[in-house]
């Protein structure tokens, strides 16, 4: 990955977020970098003079490490679930949520390379929360999917580096942008694995007020060193 190409994408995203962040609620900024990220990643796939093998129903990529989320995704995931989901769904991406939650509990640390947790939002080979999905599943743009099913089908393989290069440095540099902005104003931005943290988010109101004061959002979730955050 270049450091200098990532770059290109997140100075512009930086100085936008930073405008919004100041006027704006942290929500609103969030939908609004969603919308940017969004419109930068279809011109560089349109751009791209690689084709993608990503398409509706495979799901892959929902299905190989547990996901990790920043805590103000996962506040505009519990925000989507909060309104569009009926109570029956509630309850069952709660039960998925928790399973995933005891499974990497009761792994060891060696079981965990090998874990392959579907994603609790995962309905049907579709995203369930799909408008409100963290930027790390915006990100990744495969062009080969059988290279994907190896990853998955393998338990010791790691993650197919067969990406869309220009895609990806556009969605790294960009999703990057903003997390420093977040990060800017002092506020958490650990990658938190989603399962844990959007149940905490759920339970308890005081994980929205300790990121809003600047604390660690979530207590009990776990997080993950494949994307790094900070937060006091
Ligand atoms: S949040 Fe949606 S897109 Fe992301 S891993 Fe889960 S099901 Fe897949």
């Not at 938190?192 to 994980?207: G, K, Q």
Request: hydrophobic share 35%; net charge neutral; aromatic share 10%.
């Amino acid at each position: 990955m270049s450091e200098e190409r990532m770059l290109e994408h997140a100075l512009p995203e930086l100085a936008e977020a930073r405008g919004d962040l100041q006027k704006l609620t942290m929500r609103e900024s969030v939908v609004r970098f969603y919308a940017r990220h969004e419109a930068r990643l279809n011109n560089a796939v349109q751009t791209s003079s690689q084709a993608l093998a990503c398409e509706a129903g495979c799901s892959y990529c929902c299905r190989q490490f547990e996901v990790v989320a920043h805590p103000f995704e996962v506040f505009e995931v519990q925000a989507y679930v909060t309104k569009h989901f009926t109570p029956e769904q509630l309850r069952s991406v709660m039960e998925r949520a928790t399973r995933n939650v005891n499974e990497r509990k009761a792994a060891t640390e060696a079981d965990r390379l090998t874990l392959r947790p579907t994603c609790p939002f995962l309905v049907n080979h579709s995203c369930s929360v799909y408008a409100a999905r963290p930027s790390v599943c915006r990100n990744y743009h495969s062009t080969d999917k059988d290279n994907c099913q190896k990853a998955f089908e393998d338990p010791f393989s790691t993650w197919p580096n067969t990406y869309a290069d220009e895609v990806f440095h556009t969605a790294m540099g960009s999703a990057a942008g903003f997390k420093k902005a977040v990060e800017e104003l002092g506020l958490d931005t650990r990658a938190y694995h989603l399962s844990a943290a959007f149940l905490e988010a759920m339970r308890s109101p005081d994980s929205a007020k300790r990121f809003k004061s600047g604390k660690r959002a979530f207590l009990k979730a776990t997080t993950s060193s494949f994307e790094e955050g900070s937060g006091s």
